[in-house]
């Protein structure tokens, strides 16, 4: 068994003791000089440097040099998987074109999808490869990753298939999400509850008994569903959820991210693992949030993208006691960001968080969000070995600068896996 001792770290933020409510948001567990005892691709023990040094003196050793010491980012909501680009809808939306407008004249979501429906398997694994490379270089060592840019049942799958191999490729672990309720396929766009019933009546059950056969060994994917004026209404939404939830899937949902139409209360009475956006999210549906452990996924990196000034109401969220992470939503139209630094730097400036926070919504709650807090998220004894290194001495350094990249070491199961001090 490989073992690594990485000590003398300025700052070991350990995010010790499980997701983080309310105000308790940015409890940091922070142990100066810090020492991290790596055994496998499990951590072993977590304490100062002069206490692990005198107990493990001949175990192999990587020497922090006084930099800080986090759990590696994990990004809960990506739509990684996908061909081509949108940088011609951009130019558009800079002339004054709505998202919406633009997803009525057949663009958006849609242009994308006839990319993705045209693309081979390995086209799409090296298109999303590249992306992949990026989050982990920029400190994300799990991401959240969406089907949902096929809108059949073939492309779908596809999707699936893609997402499953590059995971097993590594080192970026990738948790599947079923998204084939992202937006009504074009086939169906004058019937969009002929095409909630394909999903409900075929398309699930074909992904639950695909799934039994390629991934049998791996728990069911999340299903999500895009809850939005343009996308699927509130009852469609229940319809497919409701549908994912009896199949044994567990689930999510995008929900309020133009209007308010119900979808985080939703995602809260069928249990979902979150609800994502979160822009015009009503006081009771922040409530009834509040009130279960579906974690509030805020994406600044869209409003940013698509120059909105409305972003997630954060604070109101953490004082009714919610569960709030932070996500890139990496996507073609909106926020093609693979830097969940950046989604942090938005989140102090746009949610009023600080960096401790941020940092925290990004690592323990974030793991929540994608239901692995138990295994990711935080330096503890009998958790994944998922560490990054920053350039810097001192936490807060993220939040307060933006546009570079400040991590130095990324470490993914107990090994080195991005070591930007040596290129």
Known sequence: MN??????????????????????????????????????????????????????????????????????????????????????????RLQGKTYLEILAAGGGILSTVRATRTASLDELKAQTRRRAHALLAHGTTTAEAKTGYGLDHDSELVQLQALLELDEEGPLELVPTYLGAHAIAPEYRDDPDGYTRLLCKQMLPAVRDWWARHAANRPLPFVDVFCETGAFTLAQSREILETAKSLGFPLKIHADEFDNLGGASLAAELGAASADHLVKTSPEDITALAQSNTVAVSLPCTPFG??????????????????????????????????????????????????????????????????????????????????????????????????????????????????????
Request: with cysteine; net charge negative.
């Open 306 to 423: 698509l120059a909105d000034p409305h972003y997630t109401p954060a604070r109101a969220i953490l004082e009714a006691n919610g569960l709030l992470a932070l996500a890139t939503d990496i996507n073609p139209g909106t926020a093609w960001c693979e830097n969940m630094q950046f989604a942090i730097a938005l989140g102090c400036r746009y949610l009023r968080l600080t960096p401790a926070q941020a940092i925290a919504a990004a690592t323990i709650n974030s793991a929540a969000a994608i239901g692995r807090a138990d295994r990711i998220g935080s330096i503890e004894v009998g958790k994944q070995a998922d560490l990054i290194l920053l350039q810097e001495p001192d936490y807060r350094h993220l939040g307060y600068r933006f546009g570079a990249n400040l991590v130095q070491t990324v470490i993914k199961r107990g090994k080195v896996v991005v070591d930007h001090a040596n290129h």
């Open 3 to 92: 073992t690594l001792l990485i000590h003398s770290a300025s700052q070991v933020l350990t995010l010790a003791g499980g997701p983080q409510r309310g105000h308790e948001l940015g409890r940091l567990s922070l142990i100066e000089d810090g020492a991290v005892l790596i055994e496998g691709e499990t951590i072993a023990a977590v304490g100062r440097s002069a206490e692990l040094l005198a107990a493990y003196p001949k175990t192999p050793q990587l020497n922090a040099g006084g930099r800080a010491m986090l759990p590696g980012f994990v990004d809960p909501h990506t739509h990684l998987i996908w061909a081509g680009d949108r940088a011609a809808e951009f130019e558009l």
